[in-house]
């Protein structure tokens, strides 16, 4: 069983579209991150949900919209899609704020044309 | 900034040598995680290491972490080609986020 998966794993859209990108996780985790990491493998950590509440938001464009319906599950929104959007977006989750491990999905890469 | 720097950005070994990595950051942490990425993967987690730890081991993964510093290392022992990756490390600080570093790639030759 993946314990954390994203869907899909190749997103190719136009300029201005909008898309969505799902993520569980059956791990029971608390806590769930969305990543960018750009073409120079930066890791940028984007948001934070603990308990489905937003505890994280790292001055993001807010054409990007996070969603938590429930503990296992991290959605991002992003609308009017730019081509500096293009990367590869991770989900990752984690047992709490307790700073323990993070387990991370294999990655959406996401371009813009 | 908030995020670990690693040192060397890239690093080329023949098989049977030891790799060392560093990460250097400012701010206070709770604990400092590494972790490896295969090309086209996820990250994984190899090691955490409290902020009131030194040293910890895992197989041929050996960590430090200097606080006075505020750095650590990663030392790979008898490489092998498998351990080709790069190589991050990530603070956990106070507020919950977990910040990483830009990575160091790792080349290991057979």
């Known amino acids: 069983d993946t314990a954390v998966s994203q869907t899909p794993k190749y997103l190719v859209t136009q300029m201005g579209n909008d898309k969505s990108i799902k993520c569980e996780q059956n791990l029971g985790h608390d806590t769930m991150y969305w990543y960018k990491q750009d073409s120079k493998k930066f890791l940028k950590i984007m948001f934070s949900?603990?308990?489905?509440?937003?505890?994280i938001n790292e001055t993001v464009p807010n054409r990007f919209s996070p969603k938590s319906p429930d503990k296992a599950h991290l959605n991002l929104h992003i609308n009017s899609l730019e081509l500096g959007d293009s990367a590869v977006y991770f989900c990752?989750?984690?047992?709490?704020?307790?700073?323990?491990?993070?387990?991370f999905g294999q990655g959406t890469r996401l371009t813009v044309v | 900034s908030q995020q670990g720097e690693e040192d060397p950005q890239a690093l080329s070994i023949q098989e049977g040598e030891n790799a060392t990595m560093n990460c250097s950051y400012k701010t206070s942490i709770n604990n400092l995680q590494w972790y490896r990425q295969n090309s086209g993967r996820g990250l994984v987690h190899l090691i955490l290491i409290r902020s009131n730890e030194r040293e910890k081991h895992s197989g041929r993964l050996r960590v430090t972490l200097d606080t006075s510093k505020k750095s650590s290392s990663l030392l790979i022992t008898a490489s092998r080609a498998a351990d080709t990756a790069s190589y991050f490390c990530a603070l956990y600080n106070q507020g919950g986020k977990l910040i990483f570093g830009q990575g160091t790639e790792l080349s290991v030759k057979p």
């Open positions: 949900y603990n308990n489905k509440e937003l505890i």
């Open positions: 990752a989750s984690s047992q709490g704020l307790n700073g323990g491990w993070a387990f």
